[in-house]
């Protein structure tokens, strides 16, 4: 990875201009079957048409908060990473009523609607399928974010100095996350192209960098699975033989 790299959205962009076509998030849900896999060029593309979003319809700039009200899944991850290429401070499970806008999943609607500002709302349902019927009050990410643009351009420059994430009382710039991302990495022991399965939460900063951060940052990937303890007797193993996992953190 590019060693000049001192934001989240950096580490992406140098993903993609290494190695488009490879895995960067898999994710299983144990609970319905889902299974996903996202490249980095399709997971990229995902994190352009969110930032669009966020940066156009939802009028977001950089130092605003989005308090992001969502479990460890696929498109928390491309909602992390839209935050960081537009600039807006992602607090992971903080206060809806003192933020300038909410990202709730469908377990959450009803804390975010404290929440004075723009609301959008993911059902989280597979392949980002749309809510059966969209909740009063909020903007249905998967509705609002297919015709957004491929291509991302900021209005204003991301600073790494600035607070990119928030999590369980931990505040980090850009650039002090992605220091830490890298030193997990090489504390676990992820190497370039290697594989992470995680089942932890994303509620902590542990949780983010095992499930997303740390493997962006070595140029590895992550095999992020949501109620791992649905999995039968043998099943850790087999994903993990399966995935070709090296890293586990279940």
Known sequence: ??????????????????????????????????????????????????????????AAEPGDRAVLLLPAHWQTAVWLLACSSVGVVADVGGDPASADL??????????????????????LRPLGGRFPQPPAGFADYAVE????????????????????????GVELTGAELVERARADAGRLGIEPGGRVLSGQSYASWDGLSVGLYGALAAGGS?????????????????????????????
């Open 102 to 123: 909410v990202v709730s999943g469908p377990d959450s609607l009803d804390a975010a609607r404290a929440c004075s500002g723009e609301r959008v709302a993911l059902a």
């Open 1 to 58: 990875m590019n060693a000049n790299d001192r934001t989240p959205a950096d580490l992406l962009r140098s993903a993609l201009a290494s190695d488009p076509g490879r895995p960067l998030v898999t994710f299983y849900d144990d609970a319905t079957g889902e299974r996903v896999e996202l490249s980095v060029a399709t997971f990229a593309n995902w994190v352009a048409k969110t930032a669009n979003l966020l940066q156009g319809d939802l």
């Open 222 to 250: 992550v095999v992020l699975c949501r109620n791992l303890d649905r999995l039968g007797e043998g099943g850790l193993a087999k994903r993990v033989e399966d995935e070709r996992v090296g890293v586990i953190r279940p």
């Open 145 to 168: 974010v297919p015709g957004q643009g491929d291509r991302f351009a900021s209005y204003a420059p991301v600073d790494p100095d600035e607070t990119a994430l928030v999590v369980d």
